[in-house]
């Protein structure tokens, strides 16, 4: 596969308390490597990744891994706008990394306006829980996704348990509600790019079902 090429680019933002994680699995995913101790992130760090979500339909990801801290916020937070994407993570060990995963979603929803960024909630260090030290049940984590509208995995970066999952699964979602209008492409906003805006258009033209409202008037920054 020649990753110069690709369709689309999303760029995916990170987000959740510090500590929790987020840096090790972009880390793990993105290189496949796990190290015990990473230094902590300064404002934001970038990644690129590139996955084929169908048969010859290559999707380049741009990572944005933030800072938890709340003094970086100001920072983090001008990059909010120009995702189409987030992992939410929490530290299945830590409470109250879980209980501030409401103020993330709601600080970010409040900020992408107009757009549209879809969500995947992650639990990770899923492997302390055979330790007993898990603080949060995985039927309360999936109450809260299921009450915010997204799904819900539990992932280890450090024995690769679910890492490559989660990012596909938001990558698939994501290029679904491309597929489906509920994400909007608009010219000045970098969320998603696209090489082939008129394949796009095709390409849900075939997908409409009979009496569903179909918009054409989507425009793509190519």
Same mark, same amino acid.
């Given at each position: 596969?020649?990753?110069?090429?690709?369709?689309?680019?999303?760029?995916?933002?990170?987000?959740?308390?510090?500590?929790?994680?987020? =840096?090790?699995?972009?880390?793990?995913?993105?290189?496949?490597?796990?190290?015990?101790?990473?230094?902590?992130?300064?404002?934001?760090?970038? %990644?690129?990744?590139?996955?084929?979500?169908?048969?010859?339909?290559?999707?380049?990801?741009?990572?944005?891994?933030?800072?938890?801290?709340?003094?970086?916020?100001?920072?983090?937070?001008? %990059? %909010?706008?120009?995702?189409?994407?987030?992992?939410?993570?929490?530290?299945?060990?830590?409470?109250?990394?879980?209980?501030?995963?409401?103020?993330?979603?709601?600080?970010?929803?409040?900020?992408?306006?107009?757009?549209?960024?879809?969500?995947?909630?992650?639990?990770?260090?899923?492997?302390?829980?055979?330790?007993?030290?898990?603080?949060? =049940?995985?039927?309360? @984590?999936?109450?809260?996704?299921?009450?915010?509208?997204?799904? %819900?995995?539990?992932?280890? @970066?450090?024995?690769?348990?679910?890492?490559?999952?989660?990012?596909?699964?938001?990558?698939?979602?994501?290029?679904? /509600?491309?597929?489906?209008?509920?994400?909007?492409?608009?010219?000045?906003?970098?969320?998603?790019?696209?090489?082939?805006?008129?394949?796009?258009?095709?390409?849900?033209?075939?997908?409409?079902?009979?009496?569903?409202?179909?918009?054409?008037?989507?425009?793509?920054? /190519?």
């Amino acid at each position: 596969m020649d990753l110069t090429l690709w369709q689309y680019q999303f760029r995916i933002i990170m987000l959740g308390d510090s500590t929790v994680g987020k =840096s090790s699995l972009l880390k793990r995913y993105t290189e496949d490597l796990f190290l015990e101790t990473l230094n902590q992130t300064v404002g934001v760090d970038f %990644y690129v990744h590139f996955l084929e979500v169908e048969p010859g339909i290559r999707v380049k990801l741009q990572f944005w891994d933030t800072a938890g801290q709340e003094r970086f916020r100001s920072v983090t937070r001008s %990059y %909010y706008r120009n995702s189409v994407g987030g992992l939410l993570v929490f530290d299945m060990t830590s409470r109250d990394s879980f209980d501030h995963i409401i103020d993330w979603h709601a600080e970010v929803r409040e900020r992408v306006q107009p757009h549209t960024v879809l969500f995947v909630l992650v639990g990770q260090k899923s492997d302390r829980d055979a330790h007993g030290e898990r603080a949060v =049940s995985r039927e309360e @984590a999936e109450k809260l996704a299921g009450q915010l509208g997204m799904p %819900y995995v539990e992932a280890s @970066a450090k024995t690769g348990e679910n890492v490559r999952e989660s990012f596909e699964l938001l990558t698939r979602r994501i290029y679904q /509600g491309l597929l489906s209008g509920e994400v909007e492409l608009q010219e000045g906003w970098d969320g998603v790019k696209c090489t082939a805006p008129q394949s796009l258009q095709l390409k849900r033209a075939s997908m409409s079902q009979p009496g569903s409202p179909h918009k054409d008037n989507k425009k793509c920054c /190519g």
